[in-house]
Nanobody
Framework: QVQLVESGGGLVQAGGSLTLSCAAA????????MAWFRQAPGKEREFVAS????????YYADSVQGRFTISRDNAKNQVYLQMNSLKPEDTADYYC?????????????????WGQGTQVAVSS
């Protein structure tokens, strides 16, 4: 089992950057695929990015490809989401998620563990 806590959210102007962090508690963090999802007000939670346990495979939603980068530090039990060129439509609550399967997993039911979320607001 793994417990996840996100941090790093905030208010940023369009075009700006923000880095989210997710701290994981658990001895087997390095065996989990990690992902970021987001949920805007009134919308369903959607996939943003995922990363394989060793960090060699990454997948991104089309809407963030080229702007966001997911990474992890298994020694520190951390996963990150670097967000550049932010747009107002990136405004959402961002959630860290974990699963013990492959990284090609883009739906909410495929993930077993979730953090409480961190809020990101992008002003125009």
């Amino acid at each position: 089992q793994v417990q996840l806590v996100e941090s790093g959210g905030g208010l940023v102007q369009a075009g700006g950057s923000l880095t989210l962090s997710c701290a994981a508690a658990g001895r087997t963090f390095s065996t989990y695929t990690m992902a970021w999802f987001r949920q805007a007000p009134g919308k369903e939670r959607e996939f943003v990015a995922s990363l394989s346990p060793g960090g060699s495979l990454t997948y991104y939603a089309d809407s963030v490809q080229g702007r966001f980068t997911i990474s992890r530090d298994n020694a520190k039990n951390q996963v990150y989401l670097q967000m550049n060129s932010l747009k107002p439509e990136d405004t959402a609550d961002y959630y860290c998620a974990a699963r013990q399967g492959g990284a090609f997993a883009h739906t909410v039911p495929q993930y077993d563990y979730w953090g409480q979320g961190t809020q990101v607001a992008v002003s125009s």
